[in-house]
């Protein structure tokens, strides 16, 4: 049992810091209370683990071998990486903090790394902000003002949206689990210590304990403080975000929902102009990005240099 903590500290580590992935827009936008959005989320999150979670277990399975010592360091590494960028209040990719402490683990106990899929890995890290980006400002620069047009004298038209927002979020929330819970404990299922099933709930379970615990700080950056949005802009960028999520975890690649989500939302700040975007902000969640695999990666070698000798095999 002691064995699987690790994975509890990286599940509620990536649930702090992703829930704001998936409804921070909302609650930016005012369609929905923080509350109830961290209860949504939890809910489906759990939800997509245990039903679509299994294909990105195997991809992590695929890029090195894994056994108790490995596993223990690896998501004790990725979990104290991701809790610290959530202390920063920075929406940091908990896939590149579990892919870094792969490799650190692997090269520290000279085990062998299969670089064909680190690379696919990688280019899924340049391709899902790119993609939420290119989706987000094709949507909002040529369906937003037609929209707009037809819609703003209906009556119902804010309570339209906000629903809509409430139900692009639960799918994305549905995803993230789908797309993340490898990151918690595909590394057991590859050393053979959890079954799949296993694996997907105690995964999504942890991440569902981070949303509902301390997911307020992050959800405030990405909500507020990178772009200004408003309702209909927010849709489309959570619509993004949720369609980049369901490819990547369709061809069983994890991906980060805050690289996502960030491209989404500035692919809607370039409609408006570069000007809208907070530039510092979003400089300093890039910094985040190329640093969470290089830290995770440097503190999973420790900790296999400090506790590999004395962990069972």
């Known amino acids: 049992m002691w064995a699987i903590l690790p994975a509890v500290l990286m599940g509620w580590s990536l649930g702090t810091n992703d829930a704001a992935n998936v409804f921070g827009l909302a609650v930016g936008a005012r369609a929905v209370r923080y509350r109830t959005a961290v209860v949504l989320t939890s809910a489906f999150v759990l939800l997509g683990a245990y039903l679509g979670g299994a294909r990105g277990m195997a991809t992590y ?21 991701v809790t610290l960028m959530t202390l920063l209040g920075l929406p940091i990719s908990a896939t590149q903090a579990a892919v870094g402490a792969i490799i650190g683990v692997a090269l520290a106990a000279g085990r062998p790394v299969e670089w064909g899929v680190m690379v696919r890995i990688i280019l899924s890290w340049i391709t899902s902000p790119l993609g939420s980006l290119i989706l987000a400002y094709l949507l909002h620069r040529f369906l937003g003002p037609p929209l707009q047009r037809r819609l703003a004298g209906i009556t119902a038209y804010d309570t339209f949206l906000r629903w809509a927002i409430i139900a692009v979020g639960i799918g994305g929330s549905y995803a993230l689990g789908a797309n993340s819970v490898a990151n918690v404990t595909g590394v057991y299922v590859g050393a053979g210590l959890l079954s799949v099933p296993a694996a997907a709930l105690i995964g999504g379970g942890s991440i569902a304990l981070g949303v509902l615990t301390y997911a307020r700080r992050v959800m405030e950056t990405v909500g507020e403080r990178l772009v200004y949005l408003g309702l209909l802009p927010a849709l489309f960028a959570a619509i993004s975000q949720a369609v980049i999520l369901r490819l990547f975890a369709e061809v069983g690649v994890p ?4 690289q996502a989500v960030v491209g989404a939302v500035v692919g809607i700040g370039l409609v408006k102009g570069v000007a809208a975007v907070n530039a510092r902000q979003l400089s300093a969640i890039f910094a985040g990005w190329a640093l969470t695999p290089l830290v995770a990666g440097v503190v999973g070698f420790l900790l296999w240099l400090l506790l590999g000798s004395v962990l069972p095999a």
């Open 61 to 81: 399975g695929a890029l090195t071998g894994h056994d108790l010592a490995t596993a223990f360091c690896v998501a004790l590494g990725a979990g104290l990486t």
């Open 255 to 258: 991906v980060s929902t805050s």
